[in-house]
């Protein structure tokens, strides 16, 4: 068995370093471009969502390097991510890959016993315990996210961005190589003493824009056109709502162990959106108050195509926008996306931003 | 007086007008519904919505920004789930937001949740919390009335069972009997399927070219649970669900001569539920079988030119069915 799994930004070092500590061979899909979103949409369903067509091509990638089963999550809530797993299957067996096992990692609120089957079943060596192993891939996800945090802040004050761009593209390389958890917590830390290196302005006073939306396209930077590097080098000091870590420990260990997931999240969306209505609307909404409370200056939503949840949240913002006063920036993509256009509303976006903050220290 | 209880003609309203309405007067308010959708509802929904929700969404919009100054409340529940461990579709959960925040000057929106997610006593909280914010606090005159409107909903789907079309049933008008040789099986979710100006008089064109049809809702709901069963995975839809399992049981049919699929562009659910019925009969099904995809852009000559189409292929099969081997 070689094991496959999608990409969904910086999620493949939290996954390699699982699977190489509980023992079972892996293959980091290559990372997405897009002849991997043609060779997905091409076999997909014309109005599915953009992460499948992506997951698909992932799929297909890694297959012709040599695994034979791929491993995503699952859910059983109202957004279509749930059934992503059969019918994708379906295509793979119809496009002739027939003998990939596709195998869906339900969450365990739909009964956590299954999913520790499912972890167990997958560690056939047990060198470490599963859910040792678990917790190791968290931990490697805060890493990451200390890492991403730091850069947040570097980016857009360091004096020369190549050399972040560097430190970057050479930590990406090496991760890939790696081998087991403390090796790759190593290199984060490795990483992140390099980028403490970088020479900084702390003259600066960036401007704070706050990424929100839908949790695949705005971790994933080649759905989202590359947008933190792309803000950090103009300048801007980003921040991303969503995380890999914040996503294990709503999802996984927040439920195992008793408690509510979100909550902060429900409860500042609550005078918006009162309920669940699937997918993360209620904590995309709940995000975008946080960074409205938090003086951020603007906000860009992200979304793909036809996103069920999202589009529930994007007709309630323009609300968020008129109460506290904050610009959002809409932003929906899906295969046909044209680089440059985007580009230009972004640009557009951030001058109107700055423009509002001048404004705004003059009065 | 009695309070006006606005209600938008979209989404559900063709599966729970009858429900709704006879609670609603049983316990002493007055329902205003809108018409049938027009083009200027059409058009007032598509400037209100936003850009890239689904034609059904905008016209929902249309209908209440009509209902807006005729009213005194506009009913818009929220409904999240209405069976068990099942959802509709996240747009159903959020509907009551997305129209308070993208129309101007509505009034008061009763917005109770339905949610029967885990189990059907979410019905029973709705109604009390209907009621209640109506100013009826009497809990007999509520459970009798939510009674009322129990039967009343079973009459109404055993008529729409029997092969009535919903809008006839609510409208108390007569069935009308299509003589025809073919039938054909229509899936589609039923606020595409009987708001005949959205869907370009789907029904009427099917009539008036001789062709009868069964529509999603006129198949037996234990079938379509049965039907489900062979899915690879629980369908957590319950749109979906009845989607999948009537159209796996008209294609099964040996008296239904030809299937028509109606989607919405952009609809989310039928994005995944189209491709498995589209596989589904690209596999197994040996007879015509059709996508329609409407939005608010769809022409009228287009669309007549595919269901001409789609009867060729009906008549053409007829043809040869009883032909002799063309090889001798």
Known sequence: ?363 | MAAKIGIPRGMYYYKHFPFTKTFLTEIGAEIVPSPETTKEILDKGVQYCIDDACLPVKVYHGHAHYLRDKADFLLIPRLTSISKGEYICPKFGGLPEMVKYSVPQLPRILDVEVNMLRSRWGLDKALYRLAYGLGIKNPFRIRQAAGKALSAHRSFKGRVLEGHSPNDVIDGKPPKYINGRDTVGLVAHPYLLYDSYINMNLLNKLTERGIRYVTTEMVDPHIIEQRCMELPKRMFWSSGKELIGSALYLMDNSRIDGVLFLTAFSCGIDSLVGEFIEKYARRDYRKPFMVLNIDEHTGDAGFNTRIEAFKDLLNGRCKDATDLSSHG
Request: with cysteine; glycine share 8%.
């Open chain 1, 1 to 363: 068995m070689r094991l496959t799994y999608p990409h969904m930004g910086e999620a493949y070092i939290a996954i390699k370093s699982l699977f190489d500590d509980i023992g079972v061979e892996s293959t980091i899909p290559s990372f997405t471009t897009d002849t991997t979103l043609r060779l997905g949409a091409a076999l997909s369903p014309e109005t599915i969502c953009l992460p499948f067509k992506i997951m698909l091509g992932n799929y297909i990638n890694s297959i012709k390097a040599g695994a034979d089963t791929v491993l995503i999550t699952g859910s059983c809530g109202p957004c279509r991510y749930g059934y992503y797993g059969p019918i994708q299957q379906q295509i793979l067996r119809e496009a002739g890959y027939r003998d990939i096992d596709i195998i869906v990692l339900d969450p365990p609120r739909e009964g956590y016993r299954d999913f520790y089957a499912a972890v167990k079943k997958l560690s056939h060596r047990g060198r470490t315990h599963p859910l040792q192993a678990v917790l190791t891939a968290y931990r490697v996800s805060c890493a990451v996210d200390a890492l991403n945090d730091l850069l947040y802040h570097i980016r857009p004050r360091a004096v020369n961005k190549a050399e972040v761009r560097a430190i970057l593209h050479r930590f990406k390389e090496q991760v890939t190589q790696a081998c087991g958890s403390a090796e790759i917590l190593k290199m984060v830390e490795e990483t992140g003493n390099a980028l403490k290196q970088v020479e900084i302005n702390n003259e600066i006073k960036p401007l704070k824009i706050g990424i929100i939306g839908e949790i695949y396209t705005i971790i994933e930077p080649f759905t989202n056109l590359n947008i933190e590097e792309r803000l950090g080098e103009m300048g801007m000091e980003v921040h991303r709502s969503m995380t890999v870590r914040s996503w294990i420990q709503n999802t996984l260990i927040k439920p195992m162990t008793g408690r509510k997931s979100y909550v902060l999240e429900k409860k500042l969306s609550k005078p918006y959106l009162p309920a669940m209505i699937g997918g993360h609307a209620q904590q995309c909404i709940g995000h975008a108050v946080q960074y409205a409370q938090m003086g951020y200056d603007g906000l860009i939503q992200i979304y793909p195509m036809t996103c069920m949840p999202e589009i529930v949240s994007r007709s309630i913002l323009p609300q968020v926008e008129k109460d506290y006063g904050i610009p959002i920036l809409y932003l929906i993509v899906d295969e046909q996306t044209g680089m440059a256009g985007y580009v230009t509303r972004i640009e557009a976006f951030v001058d109107c931003v700055a423009r509002r903050k001048k404004e705004m220290l003059h009065e």
